[in-house]
Nanobody, 124 residues
C-alpha cells in the first residue's frame, strides 16, 4: 500500500485547507484511515480517523467542529477538510492506513502504512 498526501500550504488564521490522501491497492475500501500531525520535537498526534465504510468518524478534541474527515472508496482517497484554522494547527500532516482490526484508532502504532506528509502552515 502506498499513500500520497497532498494539499498542504500556507494559510492565514481562520482560513481553510483540504488535504487529500490517495492510496494504491484494491483493499483500500477495507482499511480504517487516519490523519496525524507532527511538529518538531513533539510526538505524532492523532487528528482524525474514518472507518472503512465512512459510517464512523473520530476526532481529537481540539479539531472537533473544525475538521471533517471523509473518504471516496471509488477513488481510493481520503480527505481532511480543515476550517477555521489556527496557528496551533501548524504541522506536517500524515495520512495512515490501518489494515487489520485493532482496539485503537488514535494510537499511531496500530497503523501499518504512512504517507510522506504534507506541511500545513497557519499564520497569525
Amino acid at each position: 500500500v502506498q499513500l500520497q498526501a497532498s494539499g498542504g500550504g500556507l494559510v492565514q488564521a481562520g482560513g481553510s485547507l483540504r488535504l487529500s490522501c490517495a492510496a494504491s491497492g484494491r483493499a483500500f475500501s477495507t482499511y480504517l484511515m487516519g490523519w496525524f500531525r507532527q511538529t518538531p520535537g513533539k510526538e505524532r498526534e492523532f487528528v482524525a480517523a474514518i472507518t472503512w465504510s465512512g459510517s464512523r468518524n473520530y476526532y481529537r478534541g481540539s479539531v472537533n467542529d473544525r475538521f471533517t474527515i471523509s473518504r471516496d472508496n471509488a477513488k481510493n482517497t481520503v480527505y481532511l477538510q480543515m476550517n477555521s484554522l489556527k496557528p496551533e494547527d501548524t504541522a506536517v500532516y500524515y495520512c495512515a492506513a490501518r489494515t487489520s482490526e485493532r482496539p485503537s484508532y488514535s494510537d499511531y502504532a496500530v497503523y501499518d502504512y504512512w504517507g510522506q506528509g504534507t506541511l500545513v502552515t497557519v499564520s497569525s
